[in-house]
């Protein structure tokens, strides 16, 4: 356990280390450095037009997130409830999408968002995720649904109660621990993602934080030291909220995909 | 006589009045459109684009030009003779059973270890699955780094007096690949950790106590016991790990590029160089359409095997 522990803490001591060392100090990495200064994270933050990129992610993440847990919960409904023919078939066809990697729909999207002139813009990414993360949430919710008995809603409907109503008041309360389950790991694979805005926003100012960085890293490659400020600047928001929300995050990690 | 036809009239009368009601209260089910907002958003985004990377596959394609022809399964006969998609193809499914076996190799010793340590189990669990929350270009990067000829890996190496050992890990085809698979692992080992825990605390103490009762040493109780009841943990780890493995971009795209050479190209970086720095959108996609057959055979025979077992473990 302790040289566990040492295999996961020694990449990030040489991360923080470099980050905090100045470029002209070429001692060994693994040498704690003796002079430490903040300049990288200042230079960082400037040249790679960090914040912009931060502020990017954050709306990307918040509204596809938004949208794709909204309507999924709302198809998970009838697909869940309904017996009849229509509903099997849809549910059959959100679930082809769980199998269908993402790079065989991502380039002739890709003509379409170029079509309607999105490329280069976080609609196009928000409209992305939102549609992609459909049958993974969708499989969350309906799965989780099925296993919830009718009679609440049944009660509901009896005193005249529409299928709106049964949703609104009956239905989504219930649904609450699965919604927090689909909104970390949806959360977290929007944020993280790298491949989809690199085809989507490349050669455009709009930027999400991987890609951000990993232009700036693809510019500085000699520049190590201001890297890995860059690096670091990246991670903190996501540790940050990782640890204030760690029992969550895990459990989601954890338990919801047993379904 | 008019009486009892009365009364059954009335009887009838109520029981219709029921069964329209049950017939209402049916048709009153949430319907149709409740799915189509989502169903839109997918045919939007996956199915309709999917469908036309199909058709793609089968023409000349540039990504550009409006006027294109069909190829026939030409693009699929280019896959065979390309030495680098074949190539391709041989890394994405050596890194997919390598990163599955390694990673949840790992991830079950670690499950277990911590499962153990009663005091600190929680903090355990936080800081070594702390890594798979993290951006994974921006774990590639900085392993790109460690990994370089000067970096802290040789430091360390030399540090302790194993100067030997000392390698070009990114640099030398025979090794980038073993690097990436590495990186991978030290990435998301915490993560399959985190499932065979939930996995093991579904596992009663008093089994485990009974079978320590009856003379079962620890190897026994883990093999007997623990191991037919983490069957679900084992099916959804493996079935995460050889997808992601499958899919791989982010960390070959920082960490080598698909090089040395062509040494550590996978399905998916091929498919973007391919796509965005050669303009073979045609032949990009067939290679995407064989991605996606790979996926579709091995999640569904891995599905079915490991169902199979989770039903003869129970």
Not at chain 1, 226 to 249: C, D, E, H, T
Not at chain 2, 82 to 102: E, F, G, K
Not at chain 2, 116 to 131: D, E, G, K, T, Y
Not at chain 2, 189 to 216: K, W
Request: aromatic fraction near 10%.
């Amino acid at each position: 356990m302790v040289a566990t522990a040492l295999v996961v803490g020694f990449p990030v001591y040489v991360l923080v280390n470099l980050a905090l060392r100045a470029p002209s100090d070429t001692t060994s990495p693994i040498r704690p450095t003796t002079a430490p200064t903040l300049d990288n994270f200042v230079q960082a933050w400037r040249l790679g037009r960090l914040g912009g990129a931060l502020l990017n992610s954050v709306m990307v993440t918040a509204a596809s997130v938004a949208i794709v847990l909204a309507v999924s919960a709302l198809a998970a409904y009838p697909l869940a409830r309904v017996t009849a023919r229509w509903s099997r078939v849809t549910f059959v066809l959100i679930m082809l999408g769980l199998v269908l990697p993402f790079q065989l729909a991502a380039l002739p999207l890709y003509q379409t968002m170029r079509d309607l002139g999105l490329l280069g813009t976080v609609w196009a990414l928000i409209l992305f995720y939102a549609g992609l993360q459909v049958p993974f949430t969708t499989f969350l919710y309906t799965g989780f649904l099925r296993g919830l008995p009718t009679d609440f809603e049944d009660a509901a409907r009896i005193d005249g109660c529409t299928p709106a109503g049964a949703f609104r008041y009956v239905v989504l309360p219930m649904l609450k621990p699965v919604t927090v389950t689909a909104l970390v790991l949806n959360a977290v694979a929007v944020w993280n993602d790298f491949f989809t805005p690199l085809l989507y926003l490349s050669g455009s100012t709009q930027q999400t934080l991987p890609v951000a960085v990993a232009g700036f890293a693809g510019q500085y490659v000699t520049d190590w030291n201001l890297v890995f400020a860059a690096l670091v600047i990246s991670v903190v928001p996501i540790l940050i909220v990782y640890f204030a929300l760690q029992r969550s995050i895990i459990n989601g990690f954890a338990g919801g995909l047993r379904g | 006589m008019g009486n009892v036809t009365h009364g059954l009239k009335r009887y009838n009368g109520a029981v219709s009045v029921a069964i329209d009601s049950r017939r209402h209260a049916g048709r009153r089910g949430p319907s149709w459109w409740f799915a189509a907002p989502a169903m839109a958003l997918f045919a939007f985004v996956v199915l309709v684009p999917s469908a036309r990377g199909l058709h793609y596959a089968f023409t000349d394609w540039d990504g550009l030009d409006p006027h294109f022809s069909t190829v026939g399964l030409a693009n699929f006969a280019q896959v065979g003779h390309d030495p680098a998609a074949v190539q391709a193809i041989r890394h994405t499914l050596l890194i997919a059973v390598a990163v599955t076996a390694i990673q949840n190799g790992i991830g079950l010793l670690l499950a277990l270890g911590v499962n153990s340590a009663i005091r600190s189990r929680n903090v355990l669990r936080v800081f070594l699955f702390a890594p798979a929350v993290v951006t994974p270009i921006v774990t590639a990067y900085l392993w790109r780094n460690l990994l370089g000829p000067d970096g802290a890996v040789n430091s360390l190496l030399g540090a302790v007096g194993l100067r030997s050992w000392q390698q070009d890990w990114l640099g030398d085809p025979g090794l980038a690949l073993w690097s990436v698979v590495a990186v991978i692992v030290w990435q998301f080992a915490g993560y399959s950790m985190v499932i065979f825990l939930a996995g093991l605390q579904s596992v009663p103490a008093e089994v485990q106590e009974a079978a320590t009762m009856d003379g079962a040493g620890p190897v026994r109780r883990f093999w007997s016991v623990t191991r037919p009841l983490l069957a679900p943990a084992f099916t959804i780890n493996l079935m995460l790990s050889i997808i992601g493995g499958i899919k791989l971009f982010d960390q070959v795209y920082a960490l080598t590029g698909g090089g040395p050479g062509h040494a550590t190209d996978t399905l998916s970086t091929l498919i973007y160089k391919d796509a965005f720095t050669l303009g073979e959108f045609g032949y990009s996609v067939a290679l995407a359409v064989v991605l996606t057959a790979i996926v579709a055979v091995v999640s569904t025979g891995q599905y079915a095997l490991l169902a199979r077992n989770e039903r003869a473990a129970s």
